[in-house]
């Protein structure tokens, strides 16, 4: 070879070396490249130089795989990942990857054909075992180039049963201990393997031993990390379901406690109101009013506005008296048309009109002995007014069409949500009627002047809902327990019930009621007893007053003119609010607050 020719090469080599300088992964894989650069720079021959650079390129292959291999730390990738190198560096046939498992036995992780392909397709891998376990009990690669006629594993009924031919194996190791195998064959061709193929697997061996106890350490880390977490949402969840155990927990006792004052202030009234919810001043002054009605046989009047319970007050009078074994018959009078009030109250005989096929008993009839109830009785004309007069009066009826005469005895209790007295004064209410009915009247509160029983309200109407529908019994959290109370009720208990209901079916599974589940309306509403501050600057003194005068008047609403009861609320004395009271024109006559002129509040509060 010319000169040139050999500078060439030379330069060549040198590139390479540089290459490799870059690509290696430790400084004593550089110096080497250059001590046999240096070594025979002066008698590089052809042969040498073909060696050399075939030299340079296994070792370039080399770091390739061990770069590869070193990068993966998902363990199945990285075992697959392996076997293929190995397969294709080497060209064998078939590759096996085993590790050990803890008891020590063979697991075949990985097998791989020429094709990269499962070579077994499913069936125990056709290979010699005993030769794998020679390998991981020695520690020592195995090479054989014809296992059949070789003389080591003549004993060995797997290399004969196979026919293997070429086989190698060489132990993963890290440091002294073993954790498996690779093992590669051909079963066709004598002699496939040298021993720079054995040195090569063993050489990846050890790379992928390394790679693989990374992986594994990994692999451990994300399962403890997983672990970890799951046991941090565990505890969560425990958390989360303690404190929601705590919540209901502490709703009922305060349903106990609340119960118990229910109880207490049972005992203070002669009968039981328990289907009317409430231990609010304003409601415990209708109870005891109550109690010196309910044995008593005189006309009721039962005022308020819709949804405030009028019927179950008038149960409540019925069931606690001497006619409770008799009927309680309920009308609803604006619903009856005027041409039908007299069948309907009075009864009819068979044939006095188009239909009536048959004698039928009026609600007169029907409640005698016992108590007939007429709801909206301010919607009455005022013939039917009369009508009703005539039988009060004489407690007598006559069906229609029908000459008898029947006694009845029945208690009249009747109710209104307009004002009778105010509808007298406009001609259209008789006078008379309203005297009969209006022995004793019964004001029933709106909810919104007895805020602090919407809590009861509330829990009674959820604890009903969950014994219909069968569902766990709800609780509100204080926040949606406060918005409902801030809010005026204009539908009163009934408005209140029916947003308990739809409370209780949007929060689902939820067992707390929160805020967010509220209607907007309700959610977003101020309520009317808000005391106002005006926008435009005033005397702050004045303002001060007036508000300290609001507060007294509502206070001695709440307490139905008792002025002590009101001093011991407002933490004032009994003197000390009679003069308050003086100075703002305040008088409790009759137990209601109205303000008038000092002269007169001195008058009435000496």
């Known amino acids: 070879m010319a000169r040139d020719d050999k500078t060439k090469r030379a330069e060549e080599e040198l590139r390479l070396a540089r290459l490799l300088h870059r690509r290696a992964e430790s400084r004593s894989d550089t110096e080497e490249v250059r001590r046999i650069l240096r070594r025979n720079a002066k008698s590089l021959t052809p042969e040498y130089i073909e060696r050399l650079w075939q030299e340079y390129n296994d070792l370039l292959r080399l770091l390739e795989i061990n770069l590869d291999i070193s990068a993966e730390h998902n363990l199945s990738k990285l075992l697959d990942k392996s076997i293929d190198t190995v397969i294709e560096v080497i060209n064998a046939e078939r590759g096996y990857l085993i590790l050990l498992d803890r008891k020590g036995d063979l697991r075949f992780e990985v097998a791989r054909g020429i094709d990269h392909r499962e070579?077994?397709?499913?069936?125990?891998?056709?290979?010699s075992r005993s030769i794998t376990r020679r390998t991981i009990e020695t520690g020592r690669a195995v090479i054989t180039n014809n296992a059949e006629e070789d003389a080591r594993f003549a004993d060995f009924a797997s290399v004969q049963d196979f026919q293997l031919r070429s086989i190698m194996c060489a132990p993963l190791k890290i440091k002294?201990?073993?954790?498996?195998?690779?093992?590669?064959?051909?079963?066709?061709?004598?002699?496939?393997?040298?021993?720079?193929?054995?040195?090569?697997?063993?050489?990846?061996c050890a790379q992928a031993a390394i790679a693989i106890e990374n992986a594994q350490l990994v692999e451990d880390n994300l399962k403890q990390q997983r672990k970890l977490l799951a046991a941090k949402e565990e505890v969560e969840l425990l958390n989360k379901q303690l404190a929601e155990k705590v919540q209901r927990q502490s709703h009922e006792l305060a349903a106990v406690r609340r119960s118990l004052e229910r109880s207490q202030m049972c005992l203070e009234t002669k009968?039981?109101?328990?289907?009317?919810?409430?231990?609010?001043?304003?409601?415990?002054?209708?109870?005891?009013?109550?109690?010196?009605?309910?044995?008593?046989?005189?006309?009721?009047?039962?005022?308020?506005?819709?949804?405030?319970?009028?019927?179950?007050?008038?149960?409540?009078?019925?069931?606690?008296?001497?006619?409770?074994?008799?009927?309680?018959?309920?009308?609803?009078?604006?619903?009856?048309?005027?041409?039908?009030?007299?069948?309907?109250?009075?009864?009819?005989?068979?044939?006095?009109?188009?239909?009536?096929?048959?004698?039928?008993?009026?609600?007169?009839?029907?409640?005698?002995?016992?108590?007939?109830?007429?709801?909206?009785?301010?919607?009455?004309?005022?013939?039917?007014?009369?009508?009703?007069?005539?039988?009060?009066?004489?407690?007598?009826?006559?069906?229609?069409?029908g000459k008898d005469i029947h006694k009845v005895d029945v208690r009249i209790i009747t109710a209104t949500n307009k004002d009778p007295a105010a509808l007298v004064k406009q001609g259209l209410f008789r006078e008379d009627l309203y005297y009969r009915l209006n022995v004793v009247k019964i004001v029933l509160p709106p909810l919104r002047e007895r805020r602090e029983d919407i809590p009861l309200l509330a829990e009674h109407f959820l604890k009903e809902h969950a014994e219909k529908t069968g569902t766990p019994l709800k609780a509100l959290s204080p926040e949606a327990s406060a918005a409902l109370a801030e809010y005026d009720w204009p539908g009163n208990v009934r408005e209140l019930e029916n947003e308990i209901c739809r409370l209780a079916v949007l929060s689902a599974s939820s067992p707390v009621i929160t805020p967010e589940f509220v209607?907007?309306?309700?959610?977003?509403?101020?309520?009317?007893?808000?005391?106002?501050?005006?926008?435009?600057?005033?005397?702050?003194?004045?303002?001060?007053?007036?508000?300290?005068?609001?507060?007294?008047?509502?206070?001695?609403?709440?307490?139905?003119?008792?002025?002590?009861?009101?001093?011991?609320?407002?933490?004032?004395?009994?003197?000390?609010?009679?003069?308050k009271m003086l100075r703002y024109g305040i008088n409790t006559t009759g137990g209601e607050v109205t303000g008038k002129d000092k002269n007169n509040a001195e008058r009435e509060n000496e």
């Open 119 to 127: 070579p077994d397709a499913g069936l125990p891998p056709a290979i």
């Open 271 to 401: 009968y039981n109101y328990d289907n009317i919810i409430g231990r609010s001043e304003p409601l415990q002054r209708v109870f005891r009013l109550l109690d010196r009605t309910t044995e008593t046989d005189v006309p009721v009047l039962i005022q308020g506005e819709s949804g405030t319970g009028k019927e179950l007050v008038a149960r409540a009078i019925h069931f606690n008296g001497p006619r409770k074994s008799h009927p309680f018959i309920s009308e609803n009078a604006s619903s009856i048309s005027e041409s039908l009030f007299e069948s309907e109250l009075f009864g009819h005989v068979k044939g006095a009109f188009t239909g009536a096929v048959s004698d039928r008993k009026g609600l007169f009839e029907l409640a005698d002995k016992g108590t007939l109830f007429l709801d909206e009785i301010g919607d009455l004309s005022m013939d039917m007014q009369s009508k009703l007069l005539r039988v009060i009066e004489n407690g007598e009826i006559r069906r229609v069409g």
């Open 176 to 204: 002294e201990d073993i954790i498996g195998a690779l093992y590669v064959d051909n079963r066709s061709i004598k002699g496939n393997f040298s021993q720079k193929d054995l040195d090569l697997l063993e050489t990846i």
């Open 519 to 579: 209607s907007p309306h309700i959610r977003n509403a101020t309520p009317s007893s808000t005391v106002t501050i005006p926008e435009q600057p005033r005397n702050l003194h004045a303002t001060i007053e007036e508000i300290e005068k609001r507060i007294i008047v509502k206070t001695l609403n709440g307490c139905g003119g008792n002025k002590s009861k009101s001093a011991r609320i407002l933490g004032l004395s009994r003197d000390g609010l009679r003069k």
